[in-house]
């Protein structure tokens, strides 16, 4: 029995994952989760999660993820120390629910004049 040759393994086209599509989306504006939530089509409940692991993998490629804190619409209390970045559910100080949403950004990092690439070619002549 002959064995047919085997047909070469084509590797499926790579698709953009969810969290290079956050950062695509937040690379350009500043956004809430439920923003994000809508472009995306994803629940916002996950969306915390791609941020929390979007803003690690940014830490070690030197950029960085922005947080607007939340604000309380009552008595204006904002919430700088806050680790977590879903919204809180009530203001510490008086006790409202009414909580603007964290708004979210990305920061890339600069790049140096070592890091830009060089000009190909010879410099203009003076005239």
């Keep these: 029995m002959k064995q047919r040759p085997r ?12 969290r290079h599509a956050l950062a695509d989306l937040l690379a350009g504006s500043t956004l809430s989760a439920r923003d994000i939530s809508g472009m995306l089509g994803i629940a916002e409940k996950e969306i915390y999660s791609h941020l929390e692991h979007l803003r690690k993998s940014l830490h070690a490629a ?20 806050r680790d977590r970045l879903n919204c809180p559910g009530k203001c ?20 140096s004049e070592k890091e830009t690439p060089e000009r ?7 005239s």
């Design 7 to 18: 047909k070469p393994a084509i590797p499926h086209p790579a698709q953009e994952t969810v």
């Design 62 to 81: 030197g950029g960085m993820l922005e947080v607007t804190p939340p604000e309380c619409r009552r008595c204006g209390f904002v919430f700088v120390k």
């Design 92 to 111: 510490p100080v008086c006790r409202h629910e009414a909580i603007t949403e964290p708004l979210f950004s990305i920061r890339l990092p600069q790049r």
């Design 120 to 126: 190909s070619g010879a410099e203009p002549f003076d």
